[in-house]
């Protein structure tokens, strides 16, 4: 059974910083894209990082500069590490694995980041 479990949100103040991390388990991680996404309240899904197999990454014009996804194969972990959070950083996020060779993809439930004063 395939089990993505995100841990490291919480409440932050402006222009502090969080390390999100999703420990996966039940698939083979390295045959995984793996990728954050967020959802702000009253707001859609919308795409943070993503890194591949061989370590590339991409991402979303709102984490550029700010934020940074990496992964541990050995620890079947990705991480996203972010700095310099502003309230508009603000949302539930997820992480995501997609398998590179079906095309499953599989979703954590969430972890709530509130960057607050």
């Known amino acids: 059974q395939v089990q993505l479990v995100e841990s490291g949100g919480g409440l932050v103040q402006p222009g502090g910083s969080l390390r999100l991390s999703c420990a996966a388990s039940?698939?083979?991680?390295?045959?995984?894209?793996m990728a954050w996404y967020r959802q702000a309240p009253g707001k859609e899904r919308e795409f943070v990082a993503s890194?591949?197999?061989?370590?590339?990454?991409n991402y979303g014009s709102s984490a550029k500069g700010r934020f940074a996804i990496s992964r541990d194969n050995a620890k079947n972990t990705v991480y996203l590490q972010m700095n310099n959070l502003e309230p508009e950083d603000t949302a539930v996020y997820y992480c995501n694995a997609r398998n590179v060779f079906t095309d499953k993809n599989d979703w954590g439930k969430g972890t709530l980041v509130t960057v607050s004063s």
């Open positions: 890194i591949t197999i061989g370590g590339r990454v």
């Open positions: 039940g698939f083979i991680f390295s045959d995984q894209y």
